[in-house]
Nanobody
Framework: QVQLVESGGGLVQAGGSLRLSCAAS????????MGWFRQAPGKERDFVAR????????AYGDSVRGRFTALRDNARNTGYLQMNSLKPEDTAVYYC????????????WGQGTQVTVSS
C-alpha cells in the first residue's frame, strides 16, 4: 500500500511562489507516474501537471503552463510542484497522485493541501 503525504501549501500574495511536496511511502514510487490536480470550492477537480517515472517528461494544464513545474526525486520518494507567478485563481486544494505510466489513471492520492493566493 502506498501513502502520499503532501505539504507546502499556505497563503501567498499574487505574484508569489510556493513549492508543494508529496512524499510517498512504499517501494513503487519510481515505477509510477505522478500527477497533480486541484479543486476549488464548488468546482470540479482539474488536471494541473503530470511527470513521468524518470522525470524526463512533463505535461501541464493550459492555465498553469509556463508558471508551474513538476519535479521528482526518486531517491527521496518525493515529488514536487513548483508554483511561480501565482494568481488568485490558483486558489484551491492541491492533490498529488501516483498511477501506472501506461495510463492516465491514478491509484493513490494524497490528502490535499490548501493553497490560497490573495490579490
Amino acid at each position: 500500500q502506498v501513502q502520499l503525504v503532501e505539504s507546502g501549501g499556505g497563503l501567498v500574495q499574487a505574484g508569489g511562489s510556493l513549492r508543494l511536496s508529496c512524499a510517498a511511502s512504499g517501494r513503487t514510487f519510481s515505477s509510477q507516474a505522478m500527477g497533480w490536480f486541484r479543486q476549488a470550492p464548488g468546482k470540479e477537480r482539474d488536471f494541473v501537471a503530470r511527470i513521468s517515472r524518470s522525470g524526463s517528461r512533463t505535461a501541464y494544464g493550459d492555465s498553469v503552463r509556463g508558471r508551474f513545474t513538476a519535479l521528482r526525486d526518486n531517491a527521496r520518494n518525493t515529488g514536487y510542484l513548483q508554483m511561480n507567478s501565482l494568481k488568485p485563481e490558483d486558489t484551491a486544494v492541491y492533490y498529488c497522485a501516483l498511477g501506472p505510466a501506461s495510463s492516465n489513471t491514478y491509484d493513490y492520492w494524497g490528502q490535499g493541501t490548501q493553497v490560497t493566493v490573495s490579490s
